[in-house]
């Protein structure tokens, strides 16, 4: 909607998005949209796209405007200090970013987890990733002015957030995977919460299927839009429900790490690969986590929840708080120096695989430590799916892309 103009540059508003007019550049008009700083909705980034008319021939995604170094600054950090850090790429989906990189450690310092951190750790997995889907569909929402979903969504999100902080102590950011383990044990409470929740949320799925997802303005701007082929999906190498809304059954969790192998894990796979296909995906993907958590509830292996190697180190007097469910651990814990050798860490996001490559030159800290994050690889996604569209489509291909910029920059 054009709303004026200045210094021959005409303003330019979209859903969740500010942008301006840049004139012609190829031949082609060029607008160039803002998505923040001011954090309209989902992160701090922009896009540059050119126009035909109407009809979208190319889009620049320009990104980096929250780059905070995080490999970089890896190579200073022990590598316990180093999990508080990683998980602030992603903050709402902290244990599924962090426990591929953990596990990628426990491989060099040769350490097992217990069966019951494993567990644990998969369920605390499971409800990040339904409050990351949630975030995700909020977020969605805005793009397309379906303000009733984003605040039905951030208010549920707030369900999980909760039950994350029973089993972790903390609402967003937990640390709760740690070499060898888990920081704290399953707290009494949670399976009853648990069950209250689960209740509620499959009651709401079913009311977000009707003013939602089968809204026909909704499906108006998400059906046939954005089409991601399945070949094109591989091609791309795009990951997490992007891919399997194009009909790829492929999810890291088929590689059975932590306890999915235990669990008869299955993934939710689509077959349009459009927009509205994406958004299925993630609603039915809460579904399954639900079910996950239950099962894992009920598979619960009794025992320690931290590895003996440790637990040992651990003076007589400290030991008490291990009954306690909680970890106390001695200052050397910090200080563990990792054998030499490379390994790599493999993990499924609620956005998809995380990918990490640990070097170890046998000091406490890596020698160096890479990441590449679901968002990082779907933002190709943004060129490819939006060519031959509309201007007013490109809302509703990033609504269903759940891109998150910070994800991306590290």
């Not at 039915?284 to 239950?294: D, G, M, P, T």
Request: include cysteine; aromatic fraction near 8%; glycine fraction near 10%.
């Amino acid at each position: 909607m054009l709303r004026g103009v200045a210094d021959a540059m005409a303003a330019v508003e979209l859903p969740g998005m500010m942008g301006r007019e840049l004139g012609t550049r190829e031949g082609y008009r060029v607008v160039e949209l803002y998505i923040g700083p001011q954090h309209p909705a989902s992160g701090h980034m922009r896009l540059i796209v050119y126009l035909d008319g109407d009809r979208v021939v190319r889009v620049d995604p320009d990104i980096g405007y929250v780059h905070r170094t995080m490999e970089k600054l890896s190579e200073v950090r022990e590598y316990v200090r180093i999990i508080s850090l990683l998980e602030r790429m992603t903050i709402i989906d902290a244990c599924n970013i962090t426990l591929p990189y953990v596990e990628a450690v426990e491989k060099l310092l040769g350490v097992e987890p217990p069966p019951r951190a494993r567990y644990l750790r998969t369920i605390l997995c499971e409800v990040n990733r339904i409050a990351s889907h949630l975030y995700g569909l909020g977020i969605g929402g805005i793009f397309l002015n379906h303000s009733t979903m984003y605040m039905w969504a951030f208010g549920d999100r707030e369900v999980f957030v909760h039950l994350a902080s029973l089993l972790t102590g903390t609402r967003l950011t937990h640390t709760y995977p740690i070499p060898g383990g888990v920081r704290l044990d399953l707290p009494q409470v949670f399976r009853e919460e648990f069950e209250k929740a689960k209740r509620y949320m499959l009651r709401r799925l079913r009311e977000y299927d009707k003013v939602f997802l089968n809204n026909p303005v909704i499906r108006g701007r998400l059906e046939g839009v954005g089409v991601l082929p399945r070949s094109r999906a591989v091609a791309l190498g795009a990951t997490g429900p992007n891919l399997r809304a194009s009909g790829v059954r492929y999810d890291a969790r088929l590689l059975g790490y932590a306890a999915y192998g235990e669990l008869d894990f299955e993934p939710v796979v689509g077959s349009e690969g459009d927009a509205l296909e994406r958004i299925w995906v993630r609603l039915r993907e809460i579904e399954a986590s639900l079910e996950l958590i239950e099962r894992a509830l009920r598979q619960l292996p009794e025992g320690p929840f931290m590895s003996e190697r440790f637990i040992r180190q651990v003076p007589p007097a400290m030991r008490k708080w291990f009954e306690r469910g909680r970890v106390k651990l001695p200052g050397g814990y910090v200080r563990l120096k990792a054998k030499p050798g490379e390994v790599v860490g493999r993990g499924e996001m609620g956005r998809g695989e995380v990918t990490y490559y640990l070097v170890s030159s046998g000091d406490t800290k890596p020698y160096r430590l890479r990441v590449v994050t679901p968002s990082a690889r779907n933002v190709v996604l943004f060129d490819a799916l939006a060519r031959g569209h509309t201007l007013m489509d490109v809302p509703a291909i990033y609504a269903s892309i759940d891109y998150f910029p910070p994800e991306a920059d590290r």
